[in-house]
C-alpha cells in the first residue's frame, strides 16, 4: 500500500512538471516565431515634390524595411491623420507644420522635401491674363494654410481683397473635376495638377517665384515616431537621399518611374521639377543643422506673416521644431 501511494505521488509530481516544461516550451517557441513590428506610417498628397520617395521605393531602397507610403486625396488627410495618430510621419508644407505645432501636436521637421519655385500657382482660365482680371470671379482653392497663404499673397499684389472675389472651398482631388466642369474660373493648386491645367490652356496669373523660399514641403515626425523608431526613421532618408543621387545621375529612367504613379508624360514631371528645388543631403544640413539653422529662420519669418494676416492665432515656439540628428549622421 505505502509503494502505491508513493508511486502515485511520484506519477502526479511527474505530470506537474511535465506540465510545467510544456508550459516552458511553449513560451520558448513563442519567442523564437516571427517577431511584428508595425510598418512606419508615412503619409503624402499626390504633390510632385514627394515623388522621391516614392522613387525610393521603386528602385528597392525600402525592401526589407517595415516601412508602408500612404498616398492620400488632399493635405488636409494628411494633417487630420498626423493629428490622430494614424500617421508617423508625413510630408506636409511649413506653414502647415506651424499650424500643427500651434495646436500642440508634438512633431519635429527631419527633412525639407522641396522648396516651391513656381510650381505653386493660380491657373485661370484663358481670358483671364493678370491678377486683376481675378475681380468677381470664383477662385477654387484647398482650405490649407498654403492655399490661404498663396491666395491672400496674390490678392494683396493685385490690390486686392478676400471679399473682391468669390472664394470656393476645394479638397485637392476636386481641382480638375470643378475645372471641368466650369464651377470654377481660377484654383489655387500644384503639380501635377498645374502642368494638366495649362495644357490644357489654362493661364498662370501667380506662382510661388513670387514667394522665393516661403513655399516649402518638409517631412515631419512625430515624437513618438523619433523615440521608437529611429532607426527606421534613419533607413528611410538614406533611402530619399539614395533616390535624390539617382535622379541627378539617371534623369531618365528616374523620371520614367516617377511619371508612372502620377500617370503623367516623362516632359511633364520634368516640367514639373523644374519648378522647385530638391536639396540633397548637403542641402538639409545646411538647412537644418548648426547653432542657427535657415529653416528655423524661415519659419520665424513666416510665422510672423501668418500670423500678421490671421493665419496663425499665435506664434508657435520654433526653437525645437528641427531634428537634425539624421542628416547630421548622413553621408553627403
Known sequence: MERARASSTRSSRFLRLLQLALLACVGLLAGCGPHYTPPLMVGTNT????????LARSLGYHDRLPLRLV????????????????????????????TLVQEGLPLRIIWVMNVSAGADAIIARPGIRRLADLRGQRIGVEQTAVGAYMLQAALEQAG????????????????????????????????????????EGGVTVFDSRALPGEIVDVLVARDEALQCCARRIAQLLDGQRRALAYLAEHRDDALARMAQRPGVASADMAAALNGMVLPNATGNRALLDGASPGLVRTAQQLAQTMHQHGLLARIPDTTGLVDARFVREMQP
Open 47 to 54: 504633390w510632385i515634390g514627394y515623388e522621391p520617395l516614392y
Open 71 to 98: 498616398e492620400l486625396g488632399s493635405t488636409t488627410q494628411a494633417m487630420d491623420a498626423l493629428r490622430v495618430g494614424k500617421l508617423d510621419l508625413a510630408g506636409v508644407t511649413l506653414d502647415e507644420a506651424l
Open 160 to 199: 486686392m481683397q478676400a471679399s473682391d472675389v468669390s472664394v470656393v472651398p476645394l479638397p485637392l482631388d476636386e481641382h480638375l473635376s470643378a475645372w471641368h466642369g466650369r464651377r470654377v474660373d481660377a484654383v489655387v493648386t500644384f503639380d501635377p495638377v498645374r502642368q494638366t491645367l495649362l495644357n
